[in-house]
């Protein structure tokens, strides 16, 4: 006899490709949706397909949005663009309700090892947005990894020759951790780009 | 500015429903299902809705089932019935390949704390399918928690006078444990239920 009936074993199949989620987990997300009334399994379908009808990204800067032209681009000024790898980073931003400028979404980092190269993230967008003139700033908040450091290395070296201030987010000790539990890279940045008090 | 745009956050909300599912886990749920084709999200979600359209209980064990009557009551004999909790439980016991009797699934346990009582759960079908005769034993396999202790010695004083075996999953230390990190009560159990050799 299978284990799980058809419909069972499907579900479980389509929830562990969801990531970090196995075929534990899968099941367990299975039976919730079982338990629960046809309406809210409906809803939950219905906020799937939802999704992949109704989000596209923004023309401008690259982000998710619901129109052709996202909120951030329509409203706020674009005389500093931040520069991320991807949408979830400009959440991750907006969350802190600190920046105001507008953002530029690459879709990626240039990574040679997975054959990644300038031309396959969108590069040239942000190239054409600084052509329109108006950008004083660019900050780079690419992730602090290899790919995203020569990212925003080989950007920067785009956009100094055309005046414009390139920025990178500070690198140092996370706030409340102890000098001792620190990993000795941010340790060793922390040094180097030590600030005068 | 909302940090996320409404379907986003909408499917967000969804995923959050699910168990042991916070906000973060949600996001990286909900950003797969935008990177996915749509065929593919549109394959989770009919699973989703199969699932509520095609499974139900059997009407013989309350196991979960595609028809009317489960595989498992359909073919195999019903001399010895497995009573378990929940479908869940069915499914980790078919997975030993160990037992080939039937099942009958109670929907829960004996709770007076949470107000659920004997007739709050399946033990009436339980009764029914005995008193059509042929049964020979009984193994209660419900969780060796307080409420499926409890749930065991009610059903097992009801169906001793009928003269059915009743018997119950044996408890002791898990195989490959270490002595010193055996809980307490399962290395208690272990000294009462010890085997002569």
Redesign the interface.
């Known amino acids: 006899?299978k284990?799980?009936?058809?419909?069972?074993g499907?579900?479980i199949?389509?929830f562990s490709?969801?990531?970090?989620v196995g075929t534990k987990?899968a099941?367990?997300?299975?039976?919730?949706?079982?338990n629960?009334p046809?309406e809210?399994?409906?809803?939950?379908?219905?906020?799937?397909?939802?999704?992949?009808?109704?989000?596209r990204y923004c023309s401008i800067c690259g982000n998710?949005?619901?129109s052709d032209i996202?909120?951030?681009c329509k409203i706020r000024p674009n005389d500093t663009i931040c520069v991320v790898k991807e949408?979830?980073d400009v959440?991750a931003i907006?969350?802190l309700n600190e920046y105001s400028g507008v953002y530029h979404v690459l879709h990626g980092t240039i990574s040679p090892l997975d054959g990644i190269g300038p031309n396959d993230i969108n590069i040239k967008g942000l190239l054409d947005r600084i052509a329109k003139g108006g950008v004083k700033e660019v900050i780079m908040a690419t992730n602090p990894d290899v790919e995203g450091e020569a990212t925003a290395l080989y950007i920067s070296n785009l956009l100094k020759p055309l005046g414009i201030k390139v920025s990178r987010l500070a690198h140092g000790i996370p706030i409340g951790t102890d000098l001792e539990y620190a990993d000795e890279v941010s340790l060793a940045r922390a040094f180097v780009d030590r600030k005068e008090l």
Chains 1, 2 share one sequence.
């Open positions: 006899m284990i799980y009936i058809e419909p069972i499907r579900l199949n389509e490709k969801l990531p970090g987990t099941q367990r997300y299975a039976y919730k949706i079982i629960m046809t809210e399994a409906k809803n939950f379908a219905d906020a799937i397909m939802n999704v992949k009808k109704n989000v998710f949005s619901e996202c909120d951030v949408p979830k959440i907006e969350k």
